[in-house]
């Protein structure tokens, strides 16, 4: 069993900056790729940005260029750095991470959600 705990969301001007940070523990040998991906109301979870173990990123076009992903593997830990904050950046940002358990099972395993908002 995996527990990711995130941190970070809240409530912020348009133009502003924010931190988000989630944490994995539990049983994981190794993790490969971790992640963010929002979901606003009424609309479908979308991919934010992803990095793999070995440091390569992806984002999402409506975020290139604002959106920072970073990992700590050491801490089992992948923050987003969020600047230049839009309102249609408004959602419930969920973390998302791969891995593989102590019996060589590949899992994905998804956190509670952090909630963003940004004000005009």
């Known amino acids: 069993q995996v527990q990711l705990v995130e941190s970070g969301g809240g409530l912020v001007q348009a133009g502003g900056s924010l931190r988000l940070s989630c944490a994995a523990s539990?049983?994981?040998?190794?993790?490969?790729?971790m992640g963010w991906y929002r979901q606003a109301p009424g609309k479908q979870r979308d991919l934010v940005a992803t990095?793999?173990?070995?440091?390569?990123?992806n984002y999402a076009d409506s975020v290139k260029g604002r959106f920072t992903i970073s990992r700590d593997s050491a801490k089992n830990t992948v923050y987003l750095q969020m600047n230049s904050l839009k309102p249609e950046d408004t959602a419930v940002y969920y973390c998302?991470?791969?891995?593989?358990?102590?019996?060589?099972?590949?899992?994905?395993?998804w956190g509670q959600g952090t909630q963003v908002t940004v004000s005009s």
């Open positions: 998302n991470v791969g891995y593989l358990d102590y019996r060589s099972v590949f899992r994905w395993s």
């Open positions: 539990g049983s994981i040998f190794r993790i490969n790729a």
């Open positions: 990095i793999t173990s070995g440091g390569i990123t």
